[in-house]
């Protein structure tokens, strides 16, 4: 059974910093890129930052500068630090495991709320 997990949300102040963790089990991490999305309210979920093809990290524009995504294969887990958090930041944040093949499933986690207080 497939499984990602969360964790590190919380609510901290503008200018702050959170790190948020994910821990897959069930999938060979090496088979899978992982991704951190987000949704805010009344928005659609957006990409924040993931792994090229090659392990190459990639961010939204938004948050180049502020945030970096890491990854400790051991441990199969990611991770996201967040740094010079802003009130727009405030949203649900979900990681995920998309597959090389397109043909295979996509999973989710089931989402870490950060608020941002301004």
């Known amino acids: 059974q497939v499984q990602l997990v969360e964790s590190g949300g919380g609510l901290v102040q503008s200018g702050g910093s959170l790190r948020l963790s994910c821990a897959a089990s069930?999938?060979?991490?090496?088979?899978?890129?992982m991704n951190w999305y987000r949704q805010a309210l009344g928005k659609q979920r957006e990409l924040v930052a993931g792994?090229?093809?090659?392990?190459?990290?990639t961010y939204a524009d938004s948050v180049k500068g502020r945030f970096t995504i890491s990854r400790d294969s051991a441990k199969n887990t990611i991770y996201l630090q967040m740094n010079s958090l802003k009130s727009e930041d405030t949203a649900v944040y979900y990681c995920?495991?998309?597959?090389?093949?397109?043909?295979?499933?996509?999973?989710w986690g089931q989402g870490t709320q950060v608020t941002v207080s301004s």
């Open positions: 792994f090229t093809r090659d392990g190459s990290p």
């Open positions: 995920n495991a998309e597959h090389a093949n397109p043909l295979y499933r996509t999973f």
């Open positions: 069930g999938i060979h991490f090496s088979t899978y890129t």
